[in-house]
């Protein structure tokens, strides 16, 4: 019975020293209670690349508000409990990133905002993001909150990436997953608005999605040459 008892007490010292040695190694990334699903595609767009840079971390995502230390806070300058937007700018995709008491900070005035705040942070962590692609720094061997410190106010309300159609050269030839990229590159870039060049005559001219008709529908006026 001492011997077990003995074995117990080891294990539960083995553990605390385990758990003490690497409570450092979780940083928590904390999202309202309320979030939807732009701001958990945010955390998990955060938590990703945080952990392709830094590999020995463990990034986990949590709703909820806490003030413990070694933590990440995703949210929006609406939400009451969200005090740490420095940034008085309301055009939509504004944000401020922040660290105070070794935590980190992003704040959007909207979920778009929080979004870009989290891919301006990447960028300053050394992502380079293209609409080929994304080129990942080299891993890094300590986490800290020295490089958030960004606040950015777009300087006009719409930012389009336009992609021209009507050429095999082009998105003409894509398939869908070459869109999804399109769009989601796109995003990395800050780019909230995308557009594609279509004539009256192509079906896409005219669309729904999710129950919504396309707006200002311009007739087609076919024209013969003479």
């Given at each position: 019975?001492?011997?077990?008892?003995?074995?117990?007490?080891?294990?539960?010292?083995?553990?605390?020293?385990?758990?003490?040695?690497?409570?450092?190694?979780?940083?928590?990334?904390?999202?309202?209670?309320?979030?939807?699903?732009q701001l958990e595609f945010s955390?998990?767009?955060?938590?990703?690349?945080?952990?392709?840079?830094?590999?020995?971390?463990?990034?986990?995502?949590?709703?909820?508000?806490?003030?413990?230390?070694?933590?990440?806070?995703?949210?929006?300058?609406?939400?009451?409990?969200?005090?740490?937007?420095?940034?008085?700018?309301?055009?939509?995709?504004?944000?401020?990133?922040?660290?105070?008491?070794?935590?980190?900070?992003?704040?959007?005035?909207?979920?778009?905002?929080?979004?870009?705040?989290?891919?301006?942070?990447?960028?300053?962590?050394?992502?380079?993001?293209?609409?080929?692609?994304?080129?990942?720094?080299?891993?890094?061997?300590?986490?800290?909150?020295?490089?958030?410190?960004?606040?950015?106010?777009?300087?006009?309300?719409?930012?389009i990436n336009f992609n021209w159609?009507?050429?095999?050269?082009?998105?003409?030839?894509?398939?869908?997953?070459?869109?999804?990229?399109?769009?989601?590159?796109?995003?990395?870039?800050?780019?909230?608005?995308?557009?594609?060049?279509a004539y009256g005559n192509n079906?896409?001219?005219?669309?729904?999605?999710?129950?919504?008709?396309?707006?200002?529908?311009?007739?087609?006026?076919?024209?013969?040459?003479?």
């Amino acid at each position: 019975m001492k011997k077990i008892v003995k074995n117990l007490v080891l294990f539960v010292i083995c553990m605390v020293c385990f758990t003490n040695c690497d409570s450092d190694k979780y940083i928590t990334i904390y999202i309202p209670e309320t979030a939807n699903v732009q701001l958990e595609f945010s955390a998990n767009q955060l938590s990703e690349y945080l952990t392709k840079i830094y590999p020995s971390y463990s990034f986990p995502i949590s709703k909820g508000i806490s003030s413990i230390s070694h933590s990440i806070h995703l949210d929006i300058k609406s939400n009451p409990n969200s005090n740490e937007l420095n940034n008085n700018n309301n055009i939509a995709g504004s944000f401020s990133i922040s660290n105070k008491e070794n935590r980190g900070f992003i704040i959007g005035t909207d979920e778009q905002g929080v979004l870009f705040g989290v891919y301006a942070l990447l960028e300053n962590l050394g992502y380079g993001f293209f609409i080929s692609g994304d080129v990942i720094p080299k891993p890094k061997q300590v986490f800290d909150f020295e490089a958030w410190n960004i606040i950015e106010n777009p300087t006009t309300e719409k930012r389009i990436n336009f992609n021209w159609h009507n050429f095999i050269s082009g998105c003409t030839g894509w398939d869908l997953e070459h869109w999804k990229k399109w769009i989601e590159q796109s995003a990395k870039l800050r780019f909230n608005t995308i557009m594609v060049h279509a004539y009256g005559n192509n079906p896409m001219e005219t669309f729904s999605h999710n129950g919504i008709e396309k707006k200002n529908r311009l007739p087609y006026i076919h024209c013969k040459r003479s």
